[in-house]
């Protein structure tokens, strides 16, 4: 079965961002940036899907500028075995990243498509759905358990209430929840290995699809700060401050 | 205009996020219909009849609906969405799961999680975990999106919507609900609770969440948790508060031995009054807490339990 797993390339999440003066966006410049992690664990799960002798191939695959081939290099170290890269400057956002990620699932044919649930910048959490639904594949989201078995899919997600078990038509999409998977860290020979791992590129012309977004970001602006409070000496004075000043309880 | 709102049901009942996003539709302004699809839900349609503003609800009674499942929720949408201008549901798993099918098939971006109406297509809505707003405009004709319930005061229950069936049938071949293991508990929901409780990997097992409850008994609170809290196994994954866990915001947030990472105050940092309990003072949670107590949990919440 072949395995296509969507990365996304974003701000490191361990990086606090600053937001440009002029509030047209977040300031991207010199800052550290890096697999998404919902991403990561969805190579994760890939790599171990073949691992097991399930997968008989892993395709990783980007949406992005030329920047984001250090991404793919990233995959193809964990395991992937050839990247592809829709090279675009455009600022995309999920639909049309998912209309290009479309596209190649079309020429690929993979049995499996593995997404993150949500990348860190846009918190948009959209891409993995509507590939589905632009694929007419069904889709489970926010796994935290995935099994392949009679050539059906099943898929524990990560609901409001608590888990919830689907088992899906193959072949099908899956976005990863935090829970799936502790991914690895790539080791130096496989980074040496990844290197000379085969990387395509296409353009968004080539696959015959429009990505750049039609919204406008009209502006972005810092959220309000919460005033710093103060440091309490004891657990009588906490709750005489949540009574008689905050009048939060009684 | 002319606005769609998903019902959103927990426990065979109208969730209350409904009234919320109910609210946001009200911000946009124009004739609000809500529709609630799955199996034996006359009663949650009847409930959501209710909600004041709404004119219409749209009842879409079929087992192939019965868990929400994406695929025949998706299709059942986007045979409806012609009648719309907008399409909201609250940004639930459930409407997570759904809405950005719909935009897909309409060819329309999907506005995530907005806590703000600045116009009938300019919304505002919170990027990086919270640690920026976006504010955003979209030129599609029609507009899917979902909604921060916390960021909006739910809508009075003084309505009296008419109630339709929806005759639009579809099937679904391509999944199949299997089972589920829901949390069952007596506390308030978390996402709409007055005062919540939260323990982090500081709280060092699950058995010592118990030193959480009588205080959120004494409270009316639920308990929530960090994801630290939930990897380590201590509680299940419906308890996380944070950037992909449950937004909250209630009168009162008490953290307990939690950090106060980026991503769990995205999650929590739009309450009222958040109180920290750590043993270290130098803590990031101290700097968005109004009351902060430096020591060890062990010792404070049994006595914080015996003083409220
Ligand atoms: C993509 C991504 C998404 C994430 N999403 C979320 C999310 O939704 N929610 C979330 O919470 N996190 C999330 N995280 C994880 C987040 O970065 C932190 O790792 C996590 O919040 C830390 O949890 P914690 O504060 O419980 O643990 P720690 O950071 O380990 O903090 C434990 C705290 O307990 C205190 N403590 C220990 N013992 C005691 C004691 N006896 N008495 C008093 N205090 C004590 C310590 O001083 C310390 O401050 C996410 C991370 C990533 C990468």
Redesign the interface.
């Known amino acids: 079965m072949k395995v296509l797993v969507a990365v996304k390339r974003v701000?490191d999440?361990n990086v606090?961002?600053r937001?440009k003066p002029d509030n047209s966006d977040?300031d991207l410049t010199n800052v550290k940036m890096a697999m998404n992690p919902f991403c990561e664990i969805a190579v994760e799960e890939a790599v171990r899907l073949k691992e097991k002798g399930v997968a008989t191939e892993v395709v990783a695959v980007t949406v992005g500028p030329k920047a984001a081939q250090e991404q793919l290099r990233t995959a193809l170290a964990l395991g992937a075995d050839r990247a592809i890269h829709v090279q675009t400057d455009e600022r995309v956002?999920?639909?049309g990243a998912?209309k290009a990620l479309a596209k190649v699932v079309e020429a690929e044919q993979p049995e499996l498509t593995i997404l993150g649930?949500?990348a860190?910048?846009?918190?948009?959490?959209?891409?993995?759905?509507?590939?589905?639904?632009?694929t007419g594949?069904?889709?489970g989201?926010?796994a935290?358990a995935v099994v392949v078995e009679d050539g059906k899919l099943?898929v524990t997600?990560?609901?409001?209430?608590?888990?919830?078990?689907?088992?899906?038509?193959l072949p099908a999409i899956v976005t990863t929840?935090?829970?799936l998977n502790e991914p690895r860290y790539a080791k130096l020979p496989d980074i040496m290995k990844a290197k000379k791992k085969p990387l395509d590129t296409k353009t968004p012309e080539e696959l015959g699809v429009e990505v750049a977004?039609?919204?406008?970001?009209?502006?972005?602006?810092?959220?309000a700060e919460?005033?710093?409070?103060?440091?309490?000496g004891?657990?009588?004075e906490?709750?005489d401050?949540?009574k008689n000043e905050?009048k939060?309880?009684s | 205009m002319s606005i769609l709102v998903l019902a959103e049901q927990?426990?065979g009942q109208l969730a209350e996020t409904t009234a919320h996003v109910v609210a946001a539709a009200k911000a946009i302004g124009g004739d609000i219909d809500v529709l609630v699809a799955g199996e034996h839900v006359g009663a949650i349609a009847e409930a959501a009849a209710r909600l004041d503003g709404v004119s219409r609800v749209r009842v879409a009674d079929s087992a192939v609906y019965a868990?929400q499942?994406?695929?025949p929720l998706?299709e059942l949408l986007v045979a409806l969405a012609d009648d719309y201008s907008h399409v909201l549901a609250a940004a639930?798993?459930?409407g997570?799961?759904?809405?950005?099918?719909?935009?897909?098939?309409k060819?329309?971006?999907?506005?995530?999680?907005i806590i703000a109406v600045e116009s009938a297509d300019?919304f505002k809505r919170?990027?990086?975990?919270?640690?920026?707003?976006?504010?955003?405009?979209?030129?599609?004709a029609l507009k899917v999106m979902t909604v921060r319930a916390t960021a909006f005061d739910a809508v009075a229950e003084t309505g009296a919507a008419s109630v339709e069936a929806v005759e639009t049938v579809v099937d679904n071949?391509?999944?199949?609900?299997?089972?589920?293991?829901?949390?069952s508990s007596d506390r308030p929901e978390l996402?709409a609770a007055k005062?919540v409780i939260s323990g982090g990997r500081g709280m060092g097992s699950g058995d010592n969440f118990t030193l959480l409850e009588g205080i959120a008994d004494k409270?009316g609170a639920a308990i929530g948790a960090s994801?630290a809290a939930?990897?380590a196994g201590f509680v299940?994954?419906?308890m996380q508060v944070g950037?992909?866990g449950?937004i909250v915001a209630p009168?009162?947030y008490i953290a307990v031995g939690i950090s106060g990472a980026?991503?769990h105050l995205a999650g929590m940092?739009d309450s009222?009054?958040?109180?920290a309990i750590n043993k270290d003072?130098e803590a990031p949670i101290?700097?968005?807490?109004?009351?902060?107590?430096?020591g060890d949990l062990f010792e404070?919440l049994p006595?914080?339990e015996s003083?409220?």
């Open positions: 701000i999440y606090k961002i937001v977040v956002e999920s639909l998912a649930k949500q860190i910048d846009s918190d948009n959490n959209q891409t993995g759905q509507m590939l589905a639904a632009l594949r069904p889709q989201t926010f935290s099943k997600r990560e609901i409001d209430g608590g888990l919830q078990t689907v088992e899906l038509a929840d935090l829970r977004s039609r919204l406008t970001l009209v502006k972005v602006e810092p959220p919460r005033q710093g409070g103060v440091k309490v004891s657990v009588d906490l709750v401050k949540l905050a939060v309880i | 927990h426990d868990h499942l994406a695929e998706g639930t798993t459930t997570k799961n759904v809405m950005p099918r719909l935009a897909a098939l060819d329309v971006a999907q506005l995530s999680e300019t919170p990027i990086y975990a919270g640690n920026a707003i976006a504010t955003v405009q979209s030129p599609d071949a391509l999944s199949r609900f299997v089972g589920e293991e829901l949390a996402g005062v409270l994801r939930v990897d299940p994954n419906d950037q992909t449950k009168e009162l980026i991503q940092k009222k009054v958040i109180v003072e101290f700097q968005v807490a109004d009351y902060g107590l430096v404070i006595e914080l003083k409220l």
